[in-house]
């Protein structure tokens, strides 16, 4: 069966782009699983900038979102933009102009204002510090230190999940669930609620594992995939999260944006 070749989304920002990228994200959640291709293009500062990026999507077709407040940089994509018949969305002048006409006031037009250096931000990266530090178990000794654990076998997403919510400012370990080795006692002595299990679909499973040996250039007969083999990884991972009693959330048909939103909850619930 042939796959779509994804929709590529430009983020042109005249700072890290993070907030058009989170907005591009969201949006394409709700055509999953058509795939979407972001492409980011930040630090937009001059007009060379925006050229490279027109004809990038000239040559490789695409839609250009951006959140620029540079007047002369908004209106040069924009003209571009409905020259080469390209599709764009102006994501922050709209809610600008119409600030601007409620509270009778300019702009201050300065790019990067959201990621001030502040407590927050240092904040932000001391979590995402923590969660490279304690990934799918390359060490135990500061979990009782992470605000979130999470458990599950591999491929749950426990990785790409860590990071999100690391950049929500949780620090958070992740905890490989594998039937040779026994997780860290200390698992058994931090608070339940604090704990995440991941649970997925074993043949949801077994396709995502296949795919990951065909990108590493491995038979996808091997083990790793193997569904008996995954269906023992599977029950072994469900008696230690019974065991410990923690919260178990089903992540087969999930993205990590809305598993991190159940968890999220879930930690706010249990504060």
Avoid at 246 to 261: G, H, K, L, M, P
Wanted: hydrophobic share 45%.
């Amino acid at each position: 069966m042939d796959h779509p070749l994804p929709t590529r989304v430009y983020v042109v920002s005249d700072s890290v782009g993070e907030t058009g990228e989170s907005v591009v994200r969201a949006a394409a959640m709700q055509f999953h699983p058509v795939p979407v291709e972001i492409v980011r293009a930040p630090f937009i500062h001059d007009i060379e900038g925006i050229d490279k990026v027109i004809n990038a999507i000239r040559i490789h077709g695409g839609i250009v979102v951006f959140t620029l407040v540079i007047p002369e940089l908004r209106d040069d994509l924009i003209a571009k933009a409905k020259e080469h018949g390209i599709p764009h969305i102006d994501l922050l002048g709209p809610v600008v102009n119409t600030l601007e006409q409620a509270l009778h006031q300019e702009p201050r037009r300065q790019p990067g204002m959201i990621h001030p250096l502040d407590e927050d931000y240092f904040k932000k990266v001391e979590a995402v510090e923590f969660a490279v530090k304690y990934d799918d178990g390359r060490d135990f000794s500061g979990i009782q230190k992470a605000d979130i654990i999470l458990l599950g076998v591999s491929r749950t997403s426990k990785t790409p999940l860590s990071m999100y919510l690391a950049h929500k400012r949780f620090k958070v370990a992740n905890v490989p669930l594998v039937p040779e080795m026994q997780p860290p006692a200390a698992i058994y002595t931090i608070p339940k609620d604090k704990i995440i299990g991941l649970r997925i679909d074993p043949d949801k499973l077994n396709v995502i594992r296949q795919e990951r040996l065909r990108t590493l250039g491995l038979a996808e007969n091997a083990t790793y995939a193997n569904v008996e083999r995954i269906k023992i990884e599977l029950a072994f991972a469900d008696k230690i999260m019974s065991k410990i009693g923690c919260v178990i959330f089903d992540v087969s048909n999930r993205a990590v944006e809305e598993t991190a939103s159940l968890v999220m909850d879930h930690i706010e619930r249990v504060q």
